[in-house]
């Protein structure tokens, strides 16, 4: 036991992605998503069209299951449930006039059902799923048509469910367009002929978006939360030498850019300075200066892993990661995937969002992504996670630290409560959930649902508000 102290009407739960979740990826009239093309992930090329190897087409099928999935939430005792809608459902093809009424409707009855529960919903508006369409006639984010497209799809949103769901995100990741620009800008061009004036006009784009449909969700409804989501990830210097340090420095300024455009309302002078030295030159008119200065109500983030940085270019920078890798840390050990498990990094990265923007923080994804081995025990289908708890539980401990340094937190969704297809590799067999679901790589298997360990421990940290944590020390390499 710790002596963890979350307060009271902390949100707990867990945290899901429409694409990675629902398939019936051509049914109610749903468009094609840029995740029906990439059947390896988001970091792998494009094909032409969906193809048969994509298991994001089916998903664990929530389209359908919803409410027995939902149900089991509810027995874990969530208070907020994180889920996207896939802007497909509600505009197939994303530069439609009219909504398509058969996608809204699917979300009514998601949201009926967590009312019923008592479940907060927490609401991604884009989750790594931009119309395919958009992609290809506009090529994406990089065209200002997008602010438009993406404003009136909030705009029905916010219409359609706003007296019902008050936390809302933009932009899942925004900072990972840089990395996949396809995934998560939906930039057709290839990324070896995207220039970097091309990348941070596009970026540019999607912060006036975000910034524009928060100042719409405030007039259509003043209560609405509106946050950012960004990839955090704490970076080390690889030595005490000062170069290290800058160059921690630079590599910080890159990612953190982007969340301090969203809760200063301009670009720092950093930005400036990079923009100014590497020749981009931005088209930034007036209407987006003023939409810019519509900051957001909290920042959201990811964390799952820490990296390190070095000024010395002979050092390797090949460690794997979540979207952005960067030079391994020589202490800790890591995932089945590589990604390093550090759980003080997230209370480091809780104080460093506090410190910077004095903005409420929600964290909305963290997990550990693991192969599962389904087995019985007392005649019933389980998973023996102890992995899995060892690792929330060791990050839960830093949380109660952050909060207890001040930080004030609203919430915490760990990643895909149920085992749901990896964004990054597009398999089913890199599981993240506290519900085991019978599907396999190659796409056979039941889609049954079974409880692993991690379910009734999981249970139990909610229900004591995170007493029932325990304070340990955590094993490095
Ligand atoms: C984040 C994404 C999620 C999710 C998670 C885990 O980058 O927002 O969509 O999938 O990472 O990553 P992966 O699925 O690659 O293991």
């Known amino acids: 036991m710790t002596t963890a102290r979350f307060p ?19 049914e109610g009239g749903k468009g094609l998503s840029i995740q029906d093309v990439t059947p390896r992930g988001i970091m792998y090329d494009r094909v032409a069209g969906p193809t048969a190897d994509n298991l994001k087409l089916e998903g664990i099928d929530f389209y359908h299951r919803y409410a027995e999935d939902i149900a089991l939430f509810a027995e874990m005792g969530f208070t907020v449930f994180r889920f996207s809608i896939a802007w497909s459902r509600i505009f197939p093809n994303g530069d439609e ?3 398509n009424e058969e996608g809204l409707a699917f979300y009514d009855r998601v949201l009926d059902e967590l009312e ?22 506009y090529d994406g984010w990089v065209n200002r048509d997008l602010i438009g497209f993406y404003e009136r799809y909030a705009r029905t949103c916010f219409e359609r469910y706003g007296d019902r769901v008050k936390y809302w995100l933009t932009f899942n990741e925004i900072n990972s367009v840089l990395h996949i620009p396809f995934g998560s800008g939906g930039i057709n061009t290839p990324r070896e002929e995207l220039s970097r004036k091309d990348l941070y006009q596009a970026i540019h784009h999607e912060l006036v978006a975000s910034a524009r449909v928060t100042r719409v969700a405030h007039e259509i409804n003043p209560d609405l939360k509106v946050g950012c989501m960004v990839i955090s990830m704490p970076i080390y210097p690889l030595t005490p030498d000062p ?18 455009v969203h809760t200063r309302g301009y670009y720092p002078g950093y930005a400036q300075r990079f923009f100014r030295e590497n020749g981009i030159v931005l088209d930034i008119t007036d209407q987006d200066r003023e939409d810019l200065a519509h900051t957001v109500d909290f920042v959201s983030f990811s964390y799952y892993m820490s990296i390190c940085e070095s000024g010395d270019p002979q050092v390797k920078a090949d460690g794997a990661g979540n979207i952005m890798g960067g030079v391994p840390n020589p202490t800790l050990a890591a995932s089945e995937w590589g990604w390093q498990i550090d759980p003080k990094g997230l209370r480091i990265v809780l104080n460093q969002f506090w410190d910077r923007w004095q903005k409420p923080l929600f964290i909305v994804e963290n997990g550990l992504g693991a192969k599962d081995q389904l087995v019985e025990v007392d005649g019933e289908m389980t998973v023996e996670d102890d992995y899995r708890i060892a690792y929330l539980n060791d990050h839960l401990v830093q949380v109660a630290e952050a909060i207890e340094d001040g930080v004030e937190l609203w919430g915490y969704t760990t990643w895909g409560p149920i085992d749901l297809v990896s964004a990054s590799t597009a398999q ?8 085991y679901v019978d599907r396999n790589d190659d796409g056979t298997g039941s889609l049954t649902r079974y409880k692993k360990r991690s379910f009734d421990w999981y249970a139990e940290v909610i229900r004591t508000n995170g007493a029932s944590l325990e304070a340990r020390e955590v094993l490095k390499v």
Not at 428 to 435: A, D, N
Request: overall charge negative.
């Open 428 to 435: 089913l067999s890199k599981r993240y959930g506290f519900i």
């Open 97 to 99: 006039d009219t909504p």
């Open 116 to 137: 019923k529960h008592g479940i907060e919903p927490l609401i991604t508006l884009s989750h790594y799923e931009t119309p395919l369409h958009l992609a290809e006639r």
């Open 8 to 26: 009271d009407g902390f949100l707990w739960g867990g945290a899901t992605a429409a694409n990675q979740i629902e398939g019936a990826y051509d």
């Open 243 to 260: 170069d290290d340090v800058i160059a921690v420095m630079n590599a910080d300024h890159a990612n953190l850019m982007f969340s301090d």
